[in-house]
């Protein structure tokens, strides 16, 4: 078993919000941190000095997840710069707000391919490093929408819900392996994401909620660090909601 210093593990989309929260809450054990993003540049290299603050090995890497040749590039990278990860954290994501009968083939095709197709094309190019070293960690960005579906986000809560099905199934298939495979789908958690609802729309979605507050992307990212320590090693195959009380 490798020692924390001598683990690296893959955020994807962690220039902001949850994902920049996982970088920095693993960097704090002196982890070698690899923090994706797409356009987001400075965003990402500010994510990095946090990190670096804490002592830890820090490289950012840009891709389009949706792009096999990207995909591969990146990988020889981290292969090359010695960050093939041992864990591997599908943070990158895209929400979408509106009625059902008003998504156009582009916005579907986008959301699916961010939010499913890069997820499973960047698992599949780093499970089998996991797979021969015998342990490994995949954990999965998922959401509460996922598994209640929500009105007006019918097209993401169908991706999530994706998400879901690909960690239980994929759990199944790597146990053998010694590589766990969680998702973390949590409620609302104060990030970009809701920053278009006005104050009375979040007063009231936080009356709903029992503990009477949104979630911090710290919170998320404290659960994620969980999933990933060697300790978590009897966990998969599980999607687990941080959402105060919302749903249970």
Same mark, same amino acid.
């Given at each position: 078993? #490798?020692?924390?210093?001598e683990?690296s593990?893959l955020i994807?989309?962690?220039? /902001?919000?949850?994902?920049?929260?996982?970088?920095?809450?693993?960097?704090q054990v002196?982890? +070698?941190?690899?923090?994706h993003y $797409?356009?987001?540049?400075?965003a990402?290299?500010?994510?990095a /000095? +946090?990190?670096l603050?804490?002592?830890?090995?820090?490289?950012?890497?840009t891709?389009?997840?949706?792009?096999m040749?990207q995909?591969? /590039?990146?990988?020889?990278?981290?292969d090359?710069?010695?960050?093939?990860?041992?864990?591997?954290?599908?943070n990158?994501?895209v929400?979408?707000?509106? $009625?059902?009968?008003?998504?156009?083939?582009?916005?579907?095709?986008?959301?699916?391919?961010?939010?499913? +197709?890069?997820?499973?094309?960047?698992?599949? /190019?780093?499970?089998?490093y996991?797979i021969?070293? #015998?342990?490994?960690?995949i954990?999965?960005?998922s959401?509460?929408?996922g598994?209640?579906?929500?009105?007006?986000?019918?097209?993401?809560?169908?991706?999530k819900g994706?998400?879901?099905?690909f960690?239980?199934?994929?759990?199944?298939? $790597?146990?053998?392996s010694g590589?766990?495979v969680?998702?973390v789908?949590p409620?609302?958690?104060?990030?970009?994401?809701?920053?278009?609802?006005d104050?009375?729309?979040?007063?009231?979605?936080q009356?709903d909620?029992?503990?009477?507050? $949104?979630?911090t992307?710290e919170?998320?990212?404290?659960?994620?660090?969980?999933l990933?320590l060697?300790?978590s090693?009897?966990?998969t195959?599980q999607?687990?909601?941080?959402?105060?009380?919302?749903q249970?």
């Open positions: 078993m #490798k020692a924390l210093s683990t593990v994807t989309g962690a220039s /902001r919000g949850i994902g920049a929260a996982i970088a920095e809450r693993f960097a002196g982890m +070698k941190i690899v923090i $797409l356009n987001s540049h400075e990402a290299n500010e994510v /000095r +946090k990190c603050n804490h002592g830890a090995q820090v490289m950012t890497i891709a389009d997840l949706r792009d040749e995909l591969d /590039r990146m990988k020889e990278k981290l090359e710069l010695g960050f093939t990860p041992d864990i591997l954290v599908n990158a994501g929400a979408y707000y509106g $009625l059902f009968t008003d998504v156009t083939e582009q916005e579907w095709m986008d959301c699916m391919d961010i939010n499913l +197709k890069g997820m499973f094309m960047c698992t599949q /190019r780093f499970a089998p996991m021969t070293q #015998k342990y490994g960690r954990i999965n960005v959401s509460i929408w598994i209640t579906g929500a009105s007006c986000e019918v097209m993401y809560s169908m991706a994706g998400v879901n099905a960690t239980k199934a994929l759990a199944k298939e $790597l146990a053998p590589v766990t969680n998702a789908a409620g609302v958690v104060d990030t970009d994401m809701v920053k278009h609802l104050k009375e729309e979040r007063m009231a979605l009356e909620i029992p503990l009477g507050r $949104l979630g992307p919170e998320v990212a404290s659960l994620i660090y969980y990933a060697p300790e090693g009897y966990i195959g999607v687990i909601s941080p959402n105060g009380g919302w249970m």
